[in-house]
């Protein structure tokens, strides 16, 4: 696919929080492609080239660029600190504003694939990630797209109302809270899929848990519209572009619980 478009709002979306990562292209509105790694755990060697080849097909010079838009986790911890460093370095390079995203809003978009391919209605989504100690990383969201009048989104994952905020809980607390009929999607379906069966919740195929770089970029262009940049032209501050973690680093964790007791 090439092009010798001249518009301004040349956007790069990357993705690495997951198994396969993916990078993306697009112009302002306009959504060009996406490209895929070609296994699985192998952003450390393909990620900078699939951004040349998405470029080179593009017809677009690195000077080009001017936003990145970042998954930013939770997710594989080296594959975000790929990912962050990469639009780090490439934002001071070219002293581009930075987007990050994270990237179980992105997520959440699986459920307009899920809905096309199922022929069925998603109204409330899941998205649950394995966090350890009997525990998810979730966020609910409600489909808002056929709801004339409800287009706000303060949570900026397009087409979608986020009713539950990113958070820790356990899977009861996740079906006690959310509203039904409720879709799940995620890696976390594997390691609770028992504690997630109940009345109208429907668990959906591992195959909608993979993220991908294209919804970094919906969720990425609505923050963008709204001036959530983390750096700004000519003087990129970069010091927000960090990842995003499920909790705490468990040595802080106990730490305060030390200070606590004395």
Known sequence: ???????????????????????????????????????????????????????????????????IYVSGGPGSFTGIRIAITCAKTIAYALKTPVVVVPSIDAQALNADQASQEMAEEIRY???VLEAGRGQVFTAVYQNIQDEPGDSSNAGYVPGYKTLIA???????????????????????????????IADQVILLDKKYAQPHAGHVYRC?????????????????????????????????????ERQEKS
């Not at 492609?33 to 097909?57: G, N, V």
């Not at 820790?168 to 976390?188: D, Q, S, V």
């Not at 001036?227 to 730490?255: C, H, N, S």
């Open 1 to 67: 696919m090439m092009s010798t478009m001249k518009e301004k709002n040349k956007v790069i979306a990357i993705e690495t929080s997951g198994h396969i990562g993916s990078v993306a292209a697009a112009c302002g509105e306009n959504f060009l492609q996406e490209k895929e790694f070609s296994a699985p755990l192998r952003h450390t060697t393909e990620l900078m080239p699939k951004l040349d080849e998405l470029c080179k097909e593009l017809n677009w010079r690195p000077g080009d660029i001017d936003q």
């Open 125 to 127: 989504v899941a998205v």
């Open 166 to 196: 990113r958070q820790l809980m356990t899977p009861a607390e996740l079906l006690e809270k959310a509203p039904r009929p409720l879709h799940i999607l995620g890696e976390g379906i594997n390691y609770h899929r028992q504690k997630l």
């Open 220 to 256: 990425g262009w609505l923050r963008a519209q709204a001036g959530l940049f983390l750096g700004t032209d000519g003087q990129p501050t970069m010091e927000g572009v960090t990842p995003i973690y499920m909790r705490r680093p468990e040595a802080v964790e106990k730490w305060e």
